[in-house]
């Protein structure tokens, strides 16, 4: 491990399970992420060692079998993670985010149902809000859940599933206008459904159907879905929390320990990114001399290594603030957005250190320069992160009188 990116007031446990993290990401993710990726394999032994290590289970109360630990904990495992291939982290994500969901919202029982099972992997969650016609305009879906009875009646269409097809539980987001008066604000009228479902493709329940995988640039060996429902029946204590109109305020929750998820994802491709320019920089020589003695590529480590300690630090306060109690939109979208930004900026550089190599798919720096992308829109665009970060800061330095 290098000077860069080393995170302060850490205790014992924490260090014990980064270090575990870590071996394990240099021992059985590395070697073989490169190969997987091009193959767009699912990649199955990586994430039954995963399950051993508990990772899907970190941040689970232990008096459910997780372990317990902080959003802190689990952002610097993502890192981690990430380093070594980003799919990965993405398949720990979805479920990490409806786990949350079902810690912080879900009733007495949904949390004893589904909580142990979810700690060890067993079950396996996705959620799902974006639709065809949409993506970062939530309160515009159309996805409806009208209740009949002791259930509700599922229609609609989503899109951009993480997981969809491994998953075995999906937190769905649709509409609800039972008991509201007309005119109500829209989000008031959204509903967050728990959806059980069998793993797979083509229809996987009565009522539901996931497709098939979408073919993706990047992002590769994890499944992305869209969802089907046509007729899904859902019964009534499957609403998240028990009570109908809370799915906004409840999604919006998990999105933004997602966005802190999704700016430690853009930490660890970026260091990985940098591990391979500064050796590659070392290895290759032109005009006689390895091309790190020349200015111009010391000019771009510097900016690199810069941008992967910039990155690091503000993800870490974004987790650390929500660890703390206290409200973390700003942190959590600021450090998503310079995450994002300088990882694709840094994972560039690497790039054009390796010259005509890195065009080559024999270099892994050809893979993460395609991975880089999909953190710019993951969880909210930049756009999006800088909507919510001019707002909150209106917010914070408004003018009195």
């Known amino acids: 491990m290098g000077r860069l990116a080393q995170t302060e007031g850490l205790t014992d446990v924490q260090r014990e399970i980064l ?10 993710i590395i070697p073989v992420a490169t190969d997987l990726e ?11 060692g995963l399950k051993e290590l508990g990772l899907f289970g970190l941040m689970i109360p232990e008096e459910y079998g997780g372990l317990g630990e902080s959003l802190l904990t689990y952002a610097l495992c993502v890192e981690e993670i990430a380093r070594g291939w980003m799919s ?24 004893e149902h589904f909580l142990p099972r979810m ?15 949409l993506g970062s305009d939530v309160s515009a879906i159309t996805s409806k ?5 002791d259930e509700y009646v599922l229609t609609g269409q989503k899109m951009w599933l993480t997981n969809g097809g491994s998953s075995t539980l999906v937190a769905v987001l649709c509409r609800t206008d039972e008991g509201l008066p007309e005119g109500s604000a829209p989000h008031k009228s959204m509903t967050t459904f728990l959806v059980e479902k069998e793993p797979g493709f083509g229809q996987v329940r009565p009522g539901l159907t996931i497709p098939g995988k979408i073919d993706k640039m990047g992002y590769k060996g ?4 869209e969802l089907i429902m046509d007729g899904l029946r859902v019964p009534a204590d499957r609403v998240l929390g028990g009570t109908t109109g809370r799915g906004f305020y409840q999604m919006m929750d998990g999105v933004e320990v997602g966005r802190v998820n999704v700016a430690a994802r853009g930490c660890g491709v970026a260091q990985r990114a940098f591990e391979l320019g500064v050796a590659y920089a070392q290895q290759r020589h032109t005009f006689g001399k390895a091309i790190a003695q020349h200015q111009a590529i010391q000019f771009k480590l510097a900016e690199m290594g810069t941008k992967v300690e ?31 930004e300088y990882c694709k900026e840094v994972v560039e550089d690497a790039f054009r250190i390796h010259g005509g190599y890195g065009f080559s798919k024999e270099y892994e720096i050809e893979r993460l320069y395609r991975e880089a992308p999909m953190l710019l829109i993951g969880e909210g665009t930049a756009e999006i992160q800088k909507m919510i970060i001019g707002r909150r800061l209106l917010e914070e330095y408004r003018i009195q009188g």
């Open 310 to 340: 910039a990155a690091h630090a503000m993800m870490v306060r974004a987790a650390r603030t929500k660890d703390s109690g206290q409200r973390n939109d700003l942190e959590a979208g600021m450090a998503k957005y310079l995450a994002s």
């Open 88 to 111: 990965v982290s993405g398949i720990i994500n979805t479920h990490f985010i409806v786990a949350y969901m079902l810690k912080q919202h879900g009733t007495a029982e949904q949390r």
């Open 19 to 28: 270090a575990t993290v870590r071996d394990f990401v240099d021992k059985e």
């Open 119 to 133: 700690a060890t992997g067993e079950v396996r969650g996705a959620f799902s809000m974006s639709e065809p016609g």
């Open 222 to 225: 994890v499944d992305t879905t």
């Open 145 to 149: 859940g009208v209740r009949d009875g």
């Open 38 to 48: 091009h193959r767009d394999e699912y990649p199955t032994e990586i994430v039954e």
